[in-house]
């Protein structure tokens, strides 16, 4: 079907990928990369591809299709380095869980020439890494696609026919519909997940061994869901933020009309696994927090202000200098030894938007 089909990120989608790609013989060659030497090495002794590398750019040279598989919020890196390597006629796609947000960074370092169409697999477990892998995974599952206007229909067939070899249905959504569509179906269930579990985590009066000797089936699917990669599900978070306060404040309105009190809902979330926060008020707004941990984004959930995106000096260091912010006046937390400096993010730099599209 193809010649050469290059894999920029080799995790759970990619290696399954890479799996099924083997099984029904849908490309010459299957060129891995990933930035990751020990990722890479695995990858190599779990024979997934023809040839592996660190340098992207080596990886997608004159590969016919092309498959970023990389938590979003690295899709303009990705992008900006393997744009220069990539010949005419190539079809590039993704697969991430936005698609307004991963356009933008990934578009204005698409040659012309190139077949730009975004796509997302709904397919996944709780696992990670290219040991998670398994060619079965997208059977029955849809792939979405989100065509850009201008797109040549020979190629999106022909990477809906791929999809379709590897057991996917199709279908295709305007970007922003698709990001209010998973929103509410996928990335809303797992703010939930991670703020039970992280309430059962956190509960004092609970023993570890009480959980697991009580919880039932539908425990442990959150706790499955919780389990997720982190990394991934931040980005996600970060970069689909609207579309998921929006639903979130659709739920306090549906509250209201049925006669209930408002909820003041806010996502926290930590680097740590993430973990959501929820905390009752009785006037109704939506935020975003993040912090370094669980206890820090809870206590900042009371805090923070309709609108806001907070983040503790912690997080905000490992988030880097591409975000306009705006400090606020610190926060005396129970139980931290000295005042916690937060900040408000606003929006991306204008020297980031051009370098990230």
């Given at each position: 079907m193809f010649e050469k089909i290059a894999l920029v990120g080799i995790g759970l989608i990619g290696s399954s990928l890479a799996r099924v790609i083997?099984?029904?013989?849908?490309?010459?060659h299957i060129a891995v990369a990933t930035r990751s030497p020990s990722t890479l090495k695995r990858a190599e002794e779990l024979g997934l591809g023809d040839s592996y590398s660190t340098d992207m750019?080596?990886?997608?040279?004159?590969?016919?299709?092309?498959?970023?598989?990389?938590?979003?919020?690295?899709s303009a890196?990705?992008?900006?380095?393997?744009?220069?390597?990539?010949?005419?006629?190539?079809?590039?796609?993704?697969?991430?869980?936005?698609?307004?947000?991963?356009?933008?960074?990934?578009?204005?370092f698409v040659p012309e020439?190139?077949?730009?169409?975004?796509?997302?697999?709904?397919?996944?477990?709780?696992?990670s890494g290219p040991d998670a892998g398994f060619a079965e995974l997208f059977e029955n599952r849809?792939?979405?696609?989100?065509?850009?206007?201008?797109?040549?229909p020979a190629a999106l067939e022909k990477l809906s026919a791929f999809w379709r070899r590897c057991g996917a249905n199709i279908d295709t959504m305007d970007p922003a519909h698709h990001d209010m569509t998973l929103a509410i179906v996928s990335h809303l269930p797992h703010i939930i997940a991670y703020n039970i579990v992280g309430t059962a985590d956190d509960l004092e009066t609970v023993t570890e061994?009480?959980?697991?000797?009580?919880?039932?089936?539908?425990?442990?699917?959150?706790?499955?869901?919780?389990?997720?990669?982190?990394?991934?599900w931040r980005d996600v978070f970060l970069n689909n933020k609207e579309a998921v306060l929006e639903v979130l404040g659709r739920f306090n309105r549906k509250r209201v009309e049925g006669g209930h009190p408002p909820l003041a809902v806010?996502?926290?979330?930590?680097?740590?696994?993430?973990?959501?926060?929820?905390?009752?008020?009785?006037?109704?707004?939506?935020?975003?927090?993040?912090?370094?941990?669980?206890?820090?984004?809870?206590?900042?959930?009371?805090?923070?202000?309709?609108?806001?995106?907070?983040?503790?000096?912690?997080?905000?260091?490992?988030l880097g200098p591409r975000f306009e912010v705006e400090e606020l006046p610190h926060a005396h937390l129970k139980g931290t030894e000295k005042p916690l400096r937060i900040f408000n993010v606003k929006r991306e730099k204008p020297s980031a938007v051009a370098k990230v599209g």
């Open positions: 083997r099984r029904e013989n849908l490309a010459r750019k080596t990886a997608v040279h004159d590969a016919d299709l092309v498959i970023v598989s990389v938590p979003v919020g690295s890196d990705v992008a900006e380095e393997i744009g220069p390597a990539l010949k005419k006629g190539t079809i590039l796609t993704d697969v991430g869980s936005t698609k307004a947000s991963v356009i933008a960074q990934m578009q204005p020439g190139v077949h730009f169409i975004p796509g997302h697999p709904l397919a996944g477990t709780e696992k849809w792939c979405i696609f989100t065509p850009l206007e201008g797109t040549d061994s009480e959980v697991i000797k009580f919880s039932a089936g539908g425990f442990r699917d959150f706790t499955r869901i919780a389990a997720s990669d982190p990394t991934m806010g996502m926290g979330l930590h680097t740590g696994p993430l973990v959501a926060g929820y905390v009752g008020s009785s006037k109704a707004m939506s935020y975003t927090v993040i912090g370094d941990t669980a206890n820090t984004s809870a206590r900042l959930c009371g805090i923070a202000l309709a609108g806001q995106v907070i983040v503790s000096e912690y997080t905000l260091a490992r």
